[in-house]
């Protein structure tokens, strides 16, 4: 699968956020929205009213991360505003996991799934079969600037694994901390699409061109082959 760099736009510069659209345009293949209600995790973000006012500056796909406590209350309106997938955390849906994935394709999107640090692996199992997009969390949710939690490694191989051997078709991703420290260790753990936030992309020094090529050096530098 192709590598997906994923730019998540909390960490952007929301007072430029055209022209800075413009660049991530040619830089990346999806935009990471994050939704919070200050419930689920202690902090406000984004907001589907946001995803339609991006919605004709990209062709990129954009994805919705709701970090609510009832996604039902949100995913329409977040499918109306224009995601093209829309994720929900494992935490929030499991007494009505089958039903919500559903709701979210029939209203025309992708569906993902997230799993908290604390969350194993076998909570998303029952349903992985019918996810687009299963995003592993390598921080606790709702704050940049966090450490890297190295114990996420061995769920991503179980995500990556289950979907070889089922022959599966959805993306696997890390959210949290992604940067050049963690971008091999990710990698061969069969990470596909990778969210860029304060620490990947948006903090490194320089204008945002400069710091998408050198976000995408850092990358082929830390996934090339040895020897
Ligand atoms: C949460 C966000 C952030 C983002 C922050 O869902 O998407 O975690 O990755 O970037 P870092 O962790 O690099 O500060
Ligand atoms: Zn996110």
Redesign the pocket.
């Known amino acids: 699968m192709k590598t997906c760099f994923s730019a998540?736009l909390?960490c952007a510069d929301w007072l430029n956020m055209g022209r800075d659209l413009r660049i991530l345009n040619q830089s990346c293949q999806m935009l990471?929205?994050?939704i919070m209600d200050g419930h689920f995790c202690k902090s406000l973000y984004l907001s589907p009213a946001f995803i339609a006012s991006i919605r004709n500056a990209t062709d990129l796909p954009i994805?919705a991360?709701l970090?609510v406590e009832h996604p039902e209350d949100f995913i329409e309106e977040t499918a109306r505003a224009g995601a093209d997938y829309i994720?929900v955390h494992a935490e929030t849906i499991e007494r009505q996991a089958f039903r919500l994935i559903d709701t979210i394709h029939a209203l025309g999107c992708m569906a993902g799934v997230?799993l908290s640090p604390a969350t194993p692996f076998s909570a998303v199992e029952p349903y992985l079969n019918r996810l687009d997009l299963v995003?592993v969390?390598t921080v606790d949710?709702g704050f940049a600037g966090q450490a890297f939690l190295p114990e996420m490694l061995p769920k991503i191989r179980q995500v990556s694994q289950w979907k070889r051997r089922s022959g599966q078709n959805y993306l696997v991703q890390a959210?949290?901390a992604v940067n050049k420290n963690t971008y091999r260790a990710l990698f061969q753990s069969g990470v596909d699409s990778y969210?860029l936030?304060s620490s990947g992309l948006f903090g490194l020094s320089g204008d945002l061109p400069a710091a998408c090529e050198q976000m995408k050096a850092e990358f082929a530098a830390a996934t090339r082959e040895e020897g």
Do not use: K, L, Q
């Open positions: 998540s909390m990471h929205v994050d994805e991360h970090m994720s997230v995003t969390m949710a959210d949290g969210v936030g």
